[in-house]
């Protein structure tokens, strides 16, 4: 079962507890306006196999004390996110938290098929004419939804407002020298922080599912 990649990160901080290792899905139907992650709508170039991406993270997933799945839309290639939720469970212990632009209401015959293989997810279309005030999400629409045990350990308490102790963004270097960065930024830093990068002759690249033009 092959899927299509936007990238892979370990440690991500800032979107979920502990260190975690982060999974990009690369394509969006979605497409919600002011979406900065508009590098992840098209097709992209990098497809693998399920089983080629585990075999390739499970370094990574003996440390990870979580997983974050975002993208694009992972629920556009569900029957490849199910296939590597079902890996991902097979090798970790870790939790896994799922980031959808679709409404929960939507994903409910899907999430009957995945079962016990997400442990929370955070649903809803980002929404621009909406405040952010609640963590791990861009807009105040977009819900949490604790689906196991696990989840509800795990991350029963970010159902709250943002603290002004959460952290909003890893930033990194990819090996073009390019940056890009994981999390949810607030709105307005992001502009800031591109045009300084800009300024200096860096690249600025955003993949967070929930991150904003404005
Ligand atoms: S916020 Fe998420 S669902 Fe909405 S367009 Fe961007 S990647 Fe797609």
């Not at 990098?46 to 390739?56: A, D, G, H, N």
């Not at 939720?85 to 632009?101: E, F, K, N, P, T």
């Not at 009957?112 to 997810?121: E, K, M, S, V, W």
């Not at 994981?182 to 709105?187: H, V």
């Amino acid at each position: 079962m092959e899927l299509s990649l936007s990238r892979v990160h370990f440690p991500v901080t800032t979107l979920g507890p502990g260190r975690r290792l982060g999974i990009w899905f690369q394509g969006c139907s979605i497409r919600c306006p002011g979406c900065i992650s508009a590098d992840t709508w098209g097709a992209g170039h990098l497809r693998l196999s399920t089983e080629k991406l585990l075999e390739q993270i499970t370094p990574w997933l003996r440390e990870a004390e979580g997983i974050t799945i975002s993208g694009g839309e992972p629920f556009d290639q569900f029957d490849a996110l199910l296939r590597l939720l079902q890996g991902l469970r097979r090798l970790s212990q870790a939790d896994i938290l799922v980031y959808s632009g679709y409404p929960l209401e939507k994903l409910d015959a899907k999430l009957r098929q995945a079962n016990g293989l997400i442990d929370a997810l955070i649903s809803d279309p980002y929404d621009e004419t909406l405040s952010q005030s609640m963590a791990l999400r861009g807009s105040d629409n977009q819900r949490l939804s604790l689906l196991t045990p696990i989840g509800r350990t795990r991350l029963g308490n970010y159902d709250r407002p943002l603290e002004p102790a959460d952290k909003a963004l890893d930033l990194m270097f990819d090996e073009t020298g390019s940056v890009w960065m994981a999390g949810i930024p607030r709105r307005g830093d992001l502009l800031r922080l591109r045009d300084l990068l800009q300024d200096q002759g860096h690249h600025l690249q955003i993949s967070a599912h929930a991150a904003r033009r404005r």
